[in-house]
């Protein structure tokens, strides 16, 4: 261990005369470090942080100036220098003694130094903390970096009044963006935006608004066991962080980074694993699509896009509405135009109801962009008064009778579960397609280098001599019959899947689309999913799942489930695009849906709210009927469980992996013993050796229904007793009348007892053991709408897990 120290500094004390200082993170003045690929840096003595240059992504010639955690893959950057003026490969940053660092390009000129500096420095340190400090011949801190942060703070750090955080202007673009977090001197912490390229701020999106004069804040702490807190003049604290947070600080590195988007996201790392990333604990506002942006500004989307909240680190994803693209398809987070202009001049030729239409889009509003109210207004008036008016560029029509006229540019555009109405979105009839440049996969970029070769094999045969193009169309017929026979080859089944408008695929293609099945989405009974980008009419996000373990020689009746797959058509339940089977491999390609199974969302961090739990379970109920009773062969699930539900852009529930139960069993019968359900969600009868018939679909909505009115899941083995089995407990609660306990803290579910009990019947008739007894999913549906009586259930009890 010593003789690799020893050897290690020599090392680097033969390279560089820079490099000694790295041993104990002490640096004289005169030390200094070059900006090159691979050169050194100043580490801190513990070897968590350096100090030093970065490249800048995407640029081996442009330098920054930071300081990163130095222990971990993605030695990710805390601090930064040079945001605005890039350092050139060959610049220099010295410690001098009159102005601390100093940062020049290989041609001398200033890029950055560090101002203000307190006395004559003689000494600078990385320390363990993360701070790069200058000392003066007294000792004193004569600089330091946690004094002039950038957008990050560390644990130990404070924000004293005055100070503020910077977001970056992008993910990978470090200068100043439009976000910032400050201290106030009145007391409070706000978060507003700017309008760049000036300072000029506008009202804060988040507010602390402790400006009290007896307890105003003073300053921010993120102490060194991950918590924030404002520390008011009484000293007491203004607790941020959540005391739910219960962070090991020894096992874990944190900071807390204000990011692009303006989310302020307290994030910790683990110390010891390699293939952990950053996990966001804790961030602020708690919904940046509905956080208050009021006045001047876009939002945190830019202006006419619109923003869903990602539930996994409540960050935001940005959209351009239909008809809109963005203004630059490099920056998602951008501004969208619309992709024609809506003209006021008399000289407009046709009407207006022949020139453009709308797009409905539920549940999404930009609250900022009024100019008149219309109320009452059926929704029909509603639609012909934006019509009819040049400057309407969306109406939104909510609450049965109110109609908002919006102007562009549309502001704080935001998906709202709460609106209780939509948006009209005026489009072009015969509406083009979307121009946004979506990025292609490979193979369809050969596609377009083909089409692009025919078209100049057009033009030469237009210019050329009359014996000429005789030859060369002679060629080129040959050329395309053989090319033509090649791909038949290639494809057999092609003709075979006419029959439905499902496309057939071959594993070629689907291994180009997902990469060589790159990202995998999740993993199921049935197979791993993974996601992809197929071309159709524009370049479509999908998930391609690889059945496993089919049964062989089955091809005909693979291909007559797969139709009857193909035929179902209901929003509740997610689309089969496409197969692909040659023999070995069977793949089935479905739409990809954004807001992943109601799993996470279920049994994430945050509970989501009870009115989207209760359309969740509507949503499920409808689909199940659908699959049983509706569609033109009946499909019986048989694996209905939260894995198997996902959520669309509008948190609708889709039924997933439907018709793979039978799939997979082709060949054996239902009693066949192979039970395909997953634990707690069976059915007793899969036991029983009786008949698998729909009921034990509903069996398994009965359980999924209980877990969505708990947001708990079925077994849960860190409970004791009683409570472990939710079915058990939920029927000992409703025996008790202790229904509150089952949504405990969910004032918007405890404001709704009746749903809540109407549901809880429901669930338990589901779960009776006797499939007679189990109501049919029409029956549920009803029941759960309210639109007749549910019977006062008996105990689903006796039964028994065999399992
Ligand atoms: C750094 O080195 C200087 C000179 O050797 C010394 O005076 C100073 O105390 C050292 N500082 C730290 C923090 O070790
Ligand atoms: C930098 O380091 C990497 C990996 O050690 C090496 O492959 C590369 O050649 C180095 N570049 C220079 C300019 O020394
Ligand atoms: C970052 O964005 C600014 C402003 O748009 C631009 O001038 C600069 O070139 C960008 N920097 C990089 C490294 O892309
Ligand atoms: C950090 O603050 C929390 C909450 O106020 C407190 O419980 C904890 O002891 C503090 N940790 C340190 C190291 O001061």
Redesign the pocket.
């Known amino acids: 261990m010593a003789v690799n120290l020893l050897l290690i500094s020599s090392f680097l004390f033969l390279q560089q005369f820079s490099a000694i200082a790295q041993t104990n993170g002490n640096i004289t003045v005169g030390g200094f470090l070059s900006a090159a690929e691979n050169s050194s840096s100043w580490i801190s003595p513990s070897g968590d942080f350096a100090f030093g240059f970065r490249p800048i992504e995407s640029s081996d010639e442009l330098f920054l100036l930071s300081i990163w955690y130095d222990r971990i893959p993605s030695k990710t950057i805390v601090w930064f220098a040079n945001r605005e003026k890039p350092a050139p490969k060959g610049s220099r940053v010295e410690l001098t003694s009159d102005s601390g660092l100093v940062l020049r390009s290989p041609q001398g000129d200033e890029l950055w130094k560090s101002d203000p500096i307190r006395g004559t420095v003689v000494s600078g340190v990385m320390s363990n903390t993360g701070n790069f400090e200058l000392y003066s011949s007294s000792s004193d801190k004569a600089w330091d970096s946690f004094r002039n942060p950038a957008d990050t703070m560390l644990p130990s750090q404070t924000l004293e009044s005055g100070e503020l955080l910077s977001s970056k202007l992008s993910a990978t673009n470090f200068s100043t963006g439009r976000f910032r977090m400050r201290m106030r001197p009145e007391g409070n912490l706000v978060l507003n935006t700017i309008n760049l390229p000036t300072d000029s701020t506008n009202d804060p999106y988040y507010d602390t608004e402790t400006t009290n004069a007896s307890s105003s804040g003073e300053r921010v702490?993120f102490?060194?066991?991950?918590?924030f807190?404002l520390l008011l003049s009484n000293d007491r604290?203004y607790?941020l962080?959540s005391?739910s947070i219960h962070p090991s600080?020894k096992d874990f590195y944190y900071r807390a980074t204000i990011n692009f988007d303006g989310v302020f996201t307290l994030y910790q790392h683990p110390k010891n694993s390699s293939n952990e990333g950053w996990t966001a604990l804790w961030s602020i506002p708690d919904n940046i699509c509905k956080a208050s942006f009021t006045g001047i500004g876009s939002g945190t989307c830019g202006f006419n896009s619109f923003c869903r909240l990602n539930p996994g680190d409540n960050r935001p994803i940005c959209d351009c509405p239909k008809g809109y693209f963005l203004s630059d398809a490099k920056n998602k987070y951008g501004d969208c135009k619309p992709n024609f202009t809506q003209s006021c001049a008399d000289d407009e030729e046709g009407s207006p109801a022949d020139l453009y239409d709308f797009e409905e889009v539920i549940n999404t509003d930009w609250p900022t962009s009024d100019y008149a109210l219309l109320q009452p207004f059926t929704e029909q008036q509603c639609r012909e008064s934006c019509l009819q008016d040049c400057m309407c560029a969306v109406a939104i029509f909510r609450t049965g009778d109110m109609c908002w006229k919006k102007k562009l540019p549309l502001s704080n555009g935001r998906f709202d579960n709460t609106l209780d109405g939509k948006a009209l979105i005026k489009i072009t009839k015969g509406n083009p397609p979307s121009r946004g440049d979506p990025v292609l996969p490979r193979s369809f970029m050969k596609n377009q280098k083909n089409k692009d070769n025919m078209i100049i094999v057009g033009s030469v045969l237009l210019g050329g001599s009359v014996f000429f193009n005789v030859i060369l169309v002679t060629a080129v017929c040959l050329c395309f019959f053989l090319v033509h026979k090649k791909v038949h080859r290639q494809i057999p089944h092609h003709d075979e899947a006419v029959e439905t408008n499902l496309r057939c695929f071959t594993y070629k293609e689907l291994e180009e689309a997902t990469d060589g099945f790159k990202e995998e989405l999740g993993k199921g009974s049935f197979g791993i999913v993974y996601k992809g980008l197929i071309q159709m009419s524009y370049v479509t996000p999908v998930a391609v799942k690889k059945l496993n373990s089919l049964v062989p020689d089955t091809e005909k009746e693979f291909k007559t489930e797969v139709n009857v797959i193909g035929q179902t058509h209901h929003k509740n339940l997610v689309r089969l695009i496409g197969f692909c089977d040659d023999g070995v491999h069977r793949l089935l390609v479905y739409e990809f849906l954004s807001n992943g199974t109601l799993a996470s969302f279920l049994f994430g961090e945050s509970k989501p709210r009870w009115s989207q739990r209760t359309q969740i379970a509507f949503g499920i109920a409808r689909g199940l009927l659908y699959l049983h009773e509706e569609c033109s062969t009946q499909i019986i699930h048989c694996d209905i469980k939260p894995q198997n539900i996902l959520l669309d852009d509008y948190y609708t529930a889709r039924i997933s992996d439907f018709g793979l139960a039978k799939l997979l069993m082709l060949g054996q019968s239902y009693t066949h013993t192979n039970i395909r359900g997953t634990k707690g969600y069976v059915a007793p009868e899969w036991f029983r050796n009786l008949p698998i018939t729909v009921k034990v679909d509903v069996f398994s909505f009965g359980v999924l229904l209980l877990e969505i009115i708990c947001c708990r899941r079925n077994v849960n083995m860190e409970v004791s007793g009683a409570e472990a089995l939710l079915t058990d407990w939920v029927y000992d609660c409703y025996c008790e009348e202790r229904l509150d306990d089952l949504v405990e803290f969910d004032k918007e579910a405890l404001n709704d007892k009746n749903k809540v009990e109407r549901f809880v019947m429901v669930a338990l008739w589901c779960i009776q053991e006797d499939p007679s007894l189990r109501p049919t999913m029409r029956k549920v549906t009803q029941m759960l709408e309210g639109v007749v009586e549910v019977p006062v259930p008996s105990c689903p009890c006796p039964f028994t897990m065999t399992n």
């Open positions: 702490v102490n060194e066991s991950g918590y807190y604290r607790p962080t005391r600080a």
